[in-house]
């Protein structure tokens, strides 16, 4: 019986092509070792060119990490010429997507990478330069070209991201507007050179847009009836949502969600369409004499089509409160996740009150919560009491996934290290004490 490789190999190039393509592009490139037939087939890759390096970008942000990276300087040298190397050697016409991930500042090398892009009409591209030390992720930036006569080969492309990559307001709304007429997704962060920017246009396609630390932003303006999703941080900017008549997910971080939290019945318009809310109330400060005189828990506009609510927070009493006041004012919540931020120390109010003490709260019935979702679980009174208080409100909570992780080190290189610490080990015993309480339901603790 013959091998499924001479079987393979009985197909024409163009078909083994286009199954190498479907793999990763190191997958593809290990393939050339089958024989001397396969060793240049991977040339006319069309898949997903992925050029990124997290272990050694993490291991510069966090050396402790040890995971065996040189000086950041070599490693710039080394990942260039291994971006230049491979897209050199490819002789496809198109290439699905490029992404490249690390921090470069080589203007003519990404130049050329642009231009590689624009050349094998990619779909989707994404640039992300950010800085080792992310307090000078402005100095040095890379400039987007600003010759916008280039960009009509832009035409096919559905999905764009840039990521400490300087690029003006003009240039975003010409290739909005003029050069890329099935663009989908759009991503901007850490822009240093978007001052104002204007998302309009009768045949705008856009359906998701992410604007995030844009510090020198001044005036946003948005006008596109086809998009679904929005993500913002940033400026506080009074921009509307009345021209945004279909979005449904909104997230929003930093000052700007304070600023939403605090402000959230003059959004009521916009709020009571969505079915996704992400809030990071971080910021929001609420003292006890705003809740005392009512603020913030009776003015909550209800929120009726609201399926997945998700706060970014800290274990503060009152900031817990005003998750409870979310919940209630959203009928219809399906899964609530929460991922705490330890910036206080715990024992410094956990004495002082508790939740369940709270007579701002009316502890209705949450008739619709099905799943509750708890990252960030250090295990003390305000964390018990929540996680309690759910449990006895929620009639037709079905799961709830505890996991003591740190939430900024949720899918970072530095996840699997503090899983490994005592804090973590010590978090994770408390949540099964917590879960061994209430045996008819069903907890995940990973």
Request: with cysteine.
């Amino acid at each position: 019986m013959r091998s499924v490789v001479d079987h393979i190999n009985e197909l024409p190039d163009d078909i083994l092509v286009n199954i190498l393509s479907r793999l990763t592009m190191k997958e593809a490139v290990r393939t050339s070792i089958i024989s001397s037939r396969w060793r240049y087939l991977w040339r006319g890759f069309s898949g997903c060119l992925n050029f990124d390096d997290p272990f050694t970008m993490a291991n510069s942000k966090w050396p402790h990490l040890n995971l065996k990276s040189g000086p950041i300087n070599v490693e710039r040298h080394k990942f260039v010429n291994w971006v230049n190397q491979v897209l050199s050697s490819l002789e496809g016409h198109c290439t699905e997507e490029l992404r490249i991930c690390f921090d470069v500042f080589s203007n003519h090398d990404i130049d050329n990478w642009i231009k590689f892009a624009l050349e094998r009409r990619v779909r989707r591209l994404e640039l992300d330069f950010s800085r080792v030390v992310y307090n000078f992720r402005f100095v040095g930036q890379y400039t987007f070209p600003s010759h916008l006569e280039f960009y009509s080969s832009f035409r096919h492309l559905t999905d764009l991201s840039l990521t400490t990559v300087g690029i003006t307001g003009e240039v975003l709304e010409h290739l909005l507007c003029y050069c890329c007429p099935v663009l989908e997704v759009l991503n901007v962060a850490e822009s240093s050179s978007l001052t104002s920017l204007k998302v309009s246009g009768p045949s705008l396609k856009l359906k998701h847009l992410k604007l995030n630390n844009l510090d020198n932003l001044k005036d946003l303006q948005l006008h596109a009836p086809n998009l679904l999703s929005f993500e913002y941080s940033g400026p506080i900017l009074p921009f509307s949502f009345r021209n945004v008549p279909n979005l449904v997910d909104a997230s929003f971080w930093g000052c700007f969600s304070a600023y939403i939290a605090r402000n959230l019945c003059q959004h009521s318009i916009f709020l009571v369409q969505l079915h996704t809310l992400k809030l990071d109330t971080c910021h929001l400060l609420i003292g006890d004499s705003e809740y005392r005189a009512g603020r913030y828990l009776h003015d909550i506009p209800e929120m009726c089509h609201l399926k997945h609510l998700e706060i970014i927070g800290t274990p503060k009493v009152n900031d817990l409160i005003f998750c409870i006041a979310l919940l209630e004012a959203a009928p219809s919540l399906y899964k609530f996740s929460l991922k705490l931020v330890s910036q206080y120390d715990y024992e410094s109010y956990e004495s002082v009150k508790t939740i369940k003490d709270q007579p701002y709260l009316s502890f209705t019935e949450l008739r619709s919560i099905r799943v509750v979702e708890l990252l960030g679980f250090v295990g003390h009174t305000a964390d018990f009491e929540l996680v309690m208080y759910l449990i006895f409100s929620a009639k037709l909570l079905e799961k709830i996934i505890i996991d003591p992780c740190s939430t900024w080190r949720v899918g970072t290189p530095a996840e699997l290290i503090w899983r490994e610490t005592a804090e973590y080990q010590s978090a994770r015993r408390r949540a099964f004490e917590l879960a061994a309480k209430f045996p008819l339901w069903e907890f995940v603790i990973p």
